[in-house]
């Protein structure tokens, strides 16, 4: 069995017709542990309170599972800044993946999430980390893997067309994100049409 925390973004109120809420669906259905809370206040998050979200929550997971977090948007920032601060039970985590991160640039444009605009990535991600993203999400213009992939040293999957990989872009059932999560090695690609 493996353990999952599933990690949403800004403005986000889990709705059943995400990726996310398919895949923590699919994933429980299968017998894993998963964790997909909904975060305080995700129309106006506080980095602060997100933050101690996120270390109750990689508290919660089970020891002796493996133990697998998946972070859309603004949580896939989340995670960067806990790397950056050293957080407390991230090296307990045996993989990541980062979906669709916004830039720092976007993020600045909303004084709503201005103050989750990413840390200095000087820092090395505890574990193996994978990144996900479009090569046209209107919230990150400069290409997350110019931005996150490169500096970060992440091995990242660039989908052809898949926008904020969200609901608008048509992202409710994925099946190479399951697969991922079921097996690190499976690449990850755009939804079936």
């Not at 999430?113 to 000087?122: C, W």
Request: hydrophobic share 40%.
């Amino acid at each position: 069995m493996t353990a999952y925390l599933i990690l949403h973004g800004w403005q986000n109120h889990r709705p059943e017709d995400h990726w996310q809420h398919w895949l923590a669906d699919r994933l429980t259905e299968l017998g894993h542990r998963v964790t997909y809370p909904q975060l305080p206040d995700p129309d106006a998050p506080e980095p602060e309170v997100w933050l101690a979200e996120l270390e109750r929550h990689l508290a919660g997971l089970d020891a002796g599972a493996e133990r697998v977090v998946v972070a859309h948007s603004l949580s896939a920032v989340l995670w960067l800044h806990a790397a950056a601060r050293g957080m407390p039970g991230l090296d307990a985590v045996d993989r990541v993946l980062l979906v669709a991160p916004p830039s720092g640039e976007t993020l600045a444009r909303y004084p709503a999430v201005a103050r989750f605009a990413p840390p200095a990535l000087e820092f090395t991600l505890p574990g193996p980390t994978r990144l996900v993203a479009s090569d046209n999400d209107p919230y990150c213009a400069q290409g997350a893997d110019t931005v996150y992939g490169t500096p970060l040293g992440l091995p990242t999957d660039v989908l052809p067309g898949a926008a904020h990989l969200d609901r608008d872009a048509g992202y409710g059932p994925w099946p190479a994100v399951l697969g991922w999560c079921l097996d690190p090695t499976v690449e990850i690609i755009a939804r079936p049409d």
